[in-house]
C-alpha cells in the first residue's frame, strides 16, 4: 500500500464527518457559538457585553454589536503591545496583515494558538481529506511526493516587542509541525523571504529537481513561479518539469481569469484544480465536489456565521439573520465570530448560498469592491463572468484588471473605465469592450437599465496596460507578492489614476 493510500484510509472518518453537515448543521453551529461566548466570558470585551448570561442566539444578538475592523481596532492595537485577556484569554501574539480600511493603510488581525489550530490548520487539512476523498487513485504523497505552498512574509510588528505580523500563510508556514515539511516545499528560508522577486526565482530553482505533485496559493502568483520554474528548466510546459503533479489548490482571487493560462502550460488533462476560501479571518470553505463549483461551508470549526443580505447592508438597523434562515441565491455579506477574538465582525466579502443540504456557496465579491456610481449595483461576480465569456469568445486572455466609474462631465456623460493587462490581447479591441458592455447588460439588469439608450451611463471604455503594471504598481505599495490582491471594482478613482499614470511611464 501506498503512502497516499495509507493516509486515506485514516482520514476516513473525519471524510464522513464532513459528508454528516447536511444532517446537523444548525446543532452545530449552536455549539460552536456556545464554546466561543463560554471560552471568553471572563476577557474584558466578554465581560462587558455579558457573555456569562448568553445562552440562546437572541441573548448573542442582543449582547453583542455587529462590528467592523474599526471598532475592534482600538482593542486589538491593546492586544498587540502585549495586554491580555482582551478580545480571546490570554496573550495573542501573531497578527495577520490584511488590505487597510478607510482610515490605515493596514488591517492587523489576530490569530491566535486555537485560530491557528481549530480553524487554519483545520481547514488545510480537510483540504487534502476532500480532495483525497474524491480522487482515492491520487499519488500525491508517495515517491516523495511535495506540495509547492506559496506564501508570504512576517517581521517584527513595527517594533511592538510582544507580537509578529505577516501574511496568514507566512504565519502559517512558521508555526506548523515540523512534520509538515517532510511532504512541502520551499524551505522556510525562502518561503518566508519579503522579497517576492527574489523569492519566485529561488523557489523556482529549489523545486526544479523534486518530486512537486501539487501547488498551493493564490494562481495570480503560483502563475508567475511556474513561468520562472519554465524559464530556467528550458521546458515547454510544467508537465516535463513535474511529470506528478496532480492538483492545485487555490484561492484568493477568482480562477477563472487564469484557467487558459494554467491549461497551456499544464496539459495534463487529468490535473484538478480546487477551490478554497481562506482568509486572513479564517478557513470558511472547500470545493467538496470536483462537477461543482460552490464551496461547502465548514460549520464544525471555531466560526460562527451570521449573515446580512447587501440590500439591508447600509440601514441604520441591517437585517442579521444565522445559518438556519439564510435564503437561496440572495446575495449576503458574511458575519464571523471566531477563536481569534473577532466577535459578529463583517470580513468584507459577500457570498450567495447554492444549497442548504449541505451548506454550499460561492464568492461574489467583496463589500467595498463594487461599482455603483449611478444605480448599476456591479458587484465583482458579475465581472468576473462577463470576462470569462468574452475572454472565451475572442480567445483573449487577462492577466489582472481593475475598473472604476468615470463620473459624469458638464454633458452629463459617465461610464465604467476597465484597465486591462492582457498576456494575450483579442484581435479586435473594439469588439471586446463592445461583447464586455452587452454581456454586462445580460448579467446584471441594474448595468442594464442605466444603459438603456445611453442616457445614464455610456458605453464602457477599455485601456490597455502595459506589461507589469499591476506589479510595478503592487510593489510602489509594498505589496508584491503573498497574498495581496488587485482591488478589481471601486466607486473611487484613487487606485485607476496612480495605475493610469504609471501606466505612461
Same mark, same amino acid.
Given at each position: 500500500?501506498?503512502?497516499?493510500?495509507?493516509?486515506?484510509?485514516?482520514?476516513?472518518?473525519?471524510?464522513?464527518?464532513?459528508?454528516?453537515?447536511?444532517?446537523?448543521?444548525?446543532d452545530?453551529?449552536?455549539?460552536?457559538?456556545? @464554546?466561543?461566548?463560554?471560552?471568553?466570558?471572563?476577557?474584558?470585551?466578554?465581560r462587558?457585553?455579558?457573555?456569562?448570561?448568553?445562552?440562546?442566539?437572541?441573548?448573542?444578538?442582543?449582547?453583542?454589536?455587529?462590528?467592523?475592523?474599526?471598532?475592534?481596532?482600538?482593542d486589538?492595537d491593546?492586544?498587540?503591545?502585549?495586554?491580555r485577556d482582551?478580545?480571546?484569554?490570554?496573550?495573542?501574539?501573531?497578527?495577520?496583515?490584511s488590505?487597510?480600511?478607510?482610515?490605515?493603510?493596514?488591517?492587523?488581525?489576530?490569530?491566535?494558538?486555537?485560530?491557528?489550530q481549530?480553524?487554519?490548520?483545520?481547514?488545510?487539512?480537510?483540504?487534502?481529506?476532500?480532495?483525497?476523498?474524491? @480522487?482515492p487513485?491520487s499519488?500525491?504523497?508517495?515517491?516523495?511526493?511535495?506540495?509547492?505552498?506559496?506564501?508570504?512574509?512576517h517581521?517584527?510588528?513595527?517594533?511592538v516587542a510582544?507580537?509578529?505580523?505577516?501574511d496568514?500563510?507566512?504565519?502559517?508556514?512558521?508555526?506548523?509541525?515540523?512534520?509538515?515539511?517532510?511532504?512541502?516545499?520551499?524551505?522556510?528560508?525562502?518561503?518566508?523571504?519579503?522579497?517576492?522577486?527574489?523569492?519566485?526565482?529561488?523557489?523556482?530553482?529549489?523545486?526544479?529537481?523534486k518530486?512537486?505533485?501539487n501547488?498551493?496559493g493564490?494562481?495570480?502568483?503560483?502563475?508567475?513561479?511556474?513561468?520562472?520554474?519554465?524559464?530556467i528548466?528550458?521546458?515547454?510546459?510544467?508537465?516535463?518539469?513535474?511529470?506528478?503533479?496532480?492538483?492545485?489548490?487555490?484561492g484568493?482571487?477568482s480562477?477563472?481569469?487564469?484557467?487558459?493560462?494554467?491549461?497551456?502550460?499544464?496539459?495534463?488533462?487529468?490535473? @484538478?484544480?480546487?477551490?478554497?476560501?481562506?482568509?486572513?479571518?479564517?478557513?470558511?470553505?472547500?470545493?467538496?465536489?470536483p462537477?461543482?463549483?460552490?464551496?461547502?461551508?465548514l460549520?464544525?470549526?471555531?466560526?460562527f456565521?451570521e449573515?446580512?443580505?447587501?440590500?439591508?447592508?447600509?440601514s441604520? @438597523?441591517?437585517?442579521?439573520?444565522?445559518?438556519?434562515?439564510?435564503e437561496?441565491?440572495?446575495?449576503y455579506?458574511?458575519?464571523?465570530?471566531?477563536s481569534?477574538?473577532?466577535?459578529?465582525?463583517?470580513?468584507?466579502?459577500?457570498?450567495?448560498?447554492?444549497?442548504?443540504?449541505?451548506?454550499?456557496?460561492?464568492?461574489?465579491?467583496?463589500?467595498?469592491?463594487?461599482?455603483?456610481?449611478?444605480?448599476?449595483?456591479?458587484?465583482?461576480?458579475?465581472?468576473?463572468?462577463?470576462?470569462?465569456?468574452?475572454?472565451?469568445?475572442?480567445?483573449a486572455e487577462?492577466?489582472?484588471?481593475?475598473?472604476?466609474?468615470?463620473?459624469?462631465?458638464?454633458?452629463?456623460?459617465?461610464?465604467?473605465?476597465?484597465l486591462?493587462?492582457?498576456?494575450k490581447?483579442?484581435?479586435?479591441?473594439?469588439?471586446?469592450?463592445?461583447?464586455?458592455?452587452?454581456?454586462?447588460?445580460?448579467i446584471?439588469?441594474?448595468y442594464e437599465?442605466?444603459?438603456?439608450?445611453?442616457?445614464?451611463?455610456?458605453?464602457?471604455?477599455i485601456?490597455?496596460?502595459?506589461?507589469?503594471?499591476?506589479?510595478?504598481?503592487?510593489?510602489?505599495k509594498?505589496k508584491?507578492?503573498?497574498?495581496?490582491?488587485?482591488?478589481?471594482?471601486?466607486?473611487?478613482?484613487?487606485?485607476?489614476?496612480?495605475?493610469l499614470?504609471l501606466?505612461?511611464?
Amino acid at each position: 500500500m501506498g503512502f497516499t493510500s495509507l493516509v486515506g484510509k485514516l482520514v476516513a472518518p473525519r471524510l464522513k464527518k464532513l459528508e454528516s453537515y447536511q444532517n446537523n448543521a444548525h446543532d452545530l453551529q449552536e455549539q460552536v457559538m456556545r @464554546h466561543l461566548v463560554k471560552r471568553a466570558q471572563n476577557t474584558e470585551y466578554g465581560r462587558n457585553h455579558s457573555f456569562a448570561n448568553i445562552s440562546t442566539y437572541k441573548q448573542f444578538s442582543e449582547n453583542i454589536p455587529v462590528n467592523t475592523y474599526e471598532e475592534l481596532k482600538a482593542d486589538i492595537d491593546r492586544m498587540r503591545h502585549g495586554e491580555r485577556d482582551i478580545l480571546w484569554p490570554g496573550l495573542v501574539k501573531w497578527y495577520a496583515k490584511s488590505s487597510g480600511t478607510t482610515n490605515d493603510k493596514s488591517k492587523f488581525i489576530p490569530v491566535s494558538s486555537e485560530g491557528l489550530q481549530r480553524i487554519h490548520y483545520k481547514g488545510g487539512a480537510d483540504v487534502v481529506i476532500s480532495y483525497l476523498g474524491n @480522487h482515492p487513485e491520487s499519488r500525491m504523497f508517495d515517491q516523495r511526493g511535495k506540495g509547492l505552498v506559496l506564501g508570504g512574509s512576517h517581521a517584527p510588528n513595527y517594533n511592538v516587542a510582544h507580537s509578529l505580523v505577516g501574511d496568514l500563510s507566512a504565519i502559517l508556514i512558521e508555526n506548523m509541525n515540523p512534520l509538515v515539511n517532510i511532504v512541502r516545499t520551499p524551505g522556510k528560508s525562502t518561503a518566508l523571504l519579503s522579497d517576492f522577486e527574489e523569492k519566485r526565482d529561488r523557489i523556482a530553482r529549489e523545486t526544479l529537481m523534486k518530486n512537486i505533485t501539487n501547488l498551493s496559493g493564490v494562481p495570480s502568483w503560483m502563475l508567475s513561479v511556474l513561468v520562472r520554474v519554465l524559464e530556467i528548466s528550458g521546458k515547454e510546459t510544467i508537465d516535463e518539469v513535474w511529470p506528478n503533479l496532480e492538483v492545485f489548490f487555490h484561492g484568493g482571487i477568482s480562477f477563472s481569469p487564469y484557467r487558459k493560462q494554467y491549461e497551456q502550460i499544464i496539459r495534463n488533462t487529468s490535473m @484538478h484544480y480546487m477551490e478554497t476560501y481562506n482568509a486572513s479571518e479564517g478557513f470558511f470553505g472547500i470545493q467538496n465536489d470536483p462537477s461543482d463549483a460552490s464551496m461547502l461551508l465548514l460549520i464544525d470549526y471555531d466560526i460562527f456565521y451570521e449573515f446580512i443580505p447587501m440590500d439591508d447592508l447600509d440601514s441604520d @438597523h441591517p437585517l442579521v439573520v444565522p445559518l438556519e434562515d439564510i435564503e437561496l441565491n440572495t446575495n449576503y455579506a458574511m458575519l464571523i465570530t471566531t477563536s481569534c477574538g473577532l466577535w459578529r465582525y463583517m470580513i468584507g466579502d459577500t457570498i450567495k448560498f447554492t444549497s442548504r443540504n449541505p451548506y454550499k456557496f460561492i464568492i461574489t465579491g467583496r463589500t467595498k469592491y463594487f461599482i455603483n456610481a449611478f444605480g448599476e449595483e456591479l458587484i465583482m461576480d458579475n465581472a468576473e463572468k462577463a470576462l470569462s465569456y468574452v475572454c472565451g469568445q475572442t480567445n483573449a486572455e487577462i492577466l489582472e484588471y481593475t475598473a472604476a466609474p468615470v463620473y459624469m462631465d458638464e454633458h452629463a456623460k459617465c461610464r465604467h473605465q476597465w484597465l486591462v493587462e492582457f498576456s494575450k490581447k483579442p484581435a479586435d479591441m473594439q469588439q471586446f469592450a463592445d461583447m464586455l458592455d452587452k454581456k454586462l447588460q445580460e448579467i446584471n439588469s441594474d448595468y442594464e437599465a442605466k444603459r438603456s439608450h445611453d442616457v445614464t451611463l455610456q458605453h464602457l471604455e477599455i485601456v490597455v496596460a502595459r506589461q507589469g503594471l499591476f506589479n510595478d504598481w503592487l510593489r510602489s505599495k509594498g505589496k508584491l507578492g503573498g497574498q495581496h490582491k488587485i482591488p478589481r471594482l471601486s466607486n473611487s478613482r484613487k487606485n485607476i489614476e496612480e495605475m493610469l499614470l504609471l501606466n505612461k511611464q
